[in-house]
C-alpha cells in the first residue's frame, strides 16, 4: 500500500503545481491548457514546465495561457504570444531553425569529429614502429650492456 501511495505522489506532482482558482470551467479548454502548458518552461525553475512550477512566475504565465485561450486563440497563437513575450527561452523543445539550427546540430558533429579523430588515432598505433636499422640496434645493444 506505501508503494502504490508513493508511486501515485511521484505522478501526482504535477496536478498540484495547477491551483483549482487557476482551473477553466470549460473541460476542453482545460485540457488544451494543460497540453500547452506541458511546452512551456518556467523561466524561474528552468527545467520544469508551467504545469509542474510552484514558482509565482510560473502560476502567472497558466493564467496568461488560459485567458489566450479563453479569448478565442489557437494553441498556435497562444504559444506565439508567450514565446512573444518571454522569448524561445519558454519553449521546453524550441524549433530547429534559424540560429536553434546550430545548437541542435552541433551535438551530431561533434560526435561524428570525435569517431573520425578516433578512428584515426586508432589506425595510427595499429600500424607500429618501424623497425630499427642497423645502427639503432647497435646503440641500443650498448645502451642495455651497460
Not at 512550477?53 to 502567472?60: G, R, Y
Not at 524549433?95 to 569517431?115: C, F, K, Q, S, T
Request: with cysteine; aromatic share 6%; charged share 25%.
Amino acid at each position: 500500500m506505501k508503494l502504490v501511495t508513493f508511486i501515485f505522489c511521484i505522478f501526482a506532482g504535477a496536478a498540484w503545481a495547477v491551483e483549482p482558482s487557476e482551473m477553466l470551467d470549460d473541460p476542453i479548454l482545460e485540457e488544451r491548457a494543460r497540453v500547452l502548458s506541458q511546452g512551456l518552461r518556467c523561466p524561474v525553475c528552468q527545467n520544469e514546465t508551467i504545469d509542474e512550477s510552484n514558482a509565482s512566475l510560473a502560476q502567472e504565465l497558466r493564467i496568461v495561457l488560459r485567458e489566450r485561450l479563453v479569448a478565442g486563440d489557437s494553441d498556435e497563437e497562444a504559444v506565439t504570444y508567450m514565446v512573444s513575450r518571454y522569448g524561445e527561452y519558454v519553449l521546453l523543445r524550441p524549433d530547429a531553425r534559424g540560429a536553434n539550427l546550430i545548437l541542435w546540430l552541433a551535438a551530431p558533429l561533434m560526435l561524428l569529429l570525435a569517431l573520425v579523430i578516433a578512428a584515426q588515432t586508432i589506425r595510427r598505433k595499429g600500424r607500429g614502429a618501424a623497425p630499427l636499422s642497423d645502427e639503432e640496434e647497435k646503440e641500443l645493444s650498448k645502451i642495455l650492456d651497460q
